[in-house]
């Protein structure tokens, strides 16, 4: 079946390093990619997105990455701050099944 | 403006019991995502509504959960029966339309003793 998953469940970086979050997908079809941070006893808060005909997209700090050939996304946040610490979900959803299916989340955390 | 609106914000109810739970979206947003996330873990689709379109069911777990979304905005989650697996956070989104990002609500943390 169709499914978004994360490498790693857990990632510990070093204030102002960078980190590399990863997400897989298996439905070739995905057109529509989303990443998501949630803290702790809040809801999913949106990152940045970046639609198939992209490889690319740069937002403040962040970088997701699309590598279709290879069903992978990433997200790169440059220089992590204490504040970065949270859950990262990747989401997909395609043309015709519009809802959002999420991977498992990797946990990051900042070490000062 | 506001956004995502969720309540009640925790829910503590006995095994077998009924619970409504309730969703105002962002203004005009058409699409509506009700998700279950269980401690520690990921997002699991229950069901979403768009516009007048029949809504998709098809993460429902059980015959005990169902949804309405009344006059195209305000939505009801409710669970009939509870069990103590219903446990989770339930949380709500909406977009402007399908196929762009979702905003979500805070969730209302539904405890089944």
């Known amino acids: 079946g169709e499914s978004v998953g994360l490498h790693l469940p857990t990632l510990s970086v070093q204030e102002g390093d960078n980190s590399i979050i990863n997400c897989a997908y298996s439905?070739?079809?995905?057109?529509?990619f989303i990443w998501y941070k949630q803290e702790s006893g809040k809801g999913p808060q949106f990152i940045i997105d970046?639609?198939?005909?992209?490889d690319k997209r740069q937002g403040q700090r962040v970088t997701v990455l699309l590598n279709k050939t290879v069903k992978h996304l990433s997200l790169q946040i440059a220089a992590t701050q204490p504040g970065d610490s949270a859950v990262y979900f990747c989401?997909?959803?395609?043309?015709?099944?519009?809802?959002?299916?999420f991977g498992t989340g990797t946990r990051l955390t900042i070490i000062p | 403006g506001a956004g995502v609106s969720q309540s009640p914000s925790n829910k503590v109810t006995e095994k077998g019991k009924d619970v409504e739970l309730r969703c105002d979206p962002i203004s005009g947003h058409t699409a509506l995502y009700w998700y279950r996330q269980s401690l520690g873990q990921g997002l699991e689709f229950l069901i979403y509504f768009q516009g007048n379109s029949a809504p998709d069911k098809s993460g429902l777990p059980s015959d005990r959960f169902s949804a309405e979304r009344t006059g195209g905005s305000v939505s009801t989650l409710t669970i009939q029966r509870t069990q103590q697996e219903d446990s989770a956070v339930y949380l709500c989104a909406s977009s402007p339309r399908a196929g762009l990002e979702a905003f979500f609500g805070q969730g209302t943390r539904l405890t089944v003793v």
């Open positions: 439905n070739s079809a995905s057109d529509y």
């Open positions: 970046i639609r198939s005909n992209m």
């Open positions: 989401a997909e959803n395609h043309f015709g099944n519009e809802k959002l299916t």
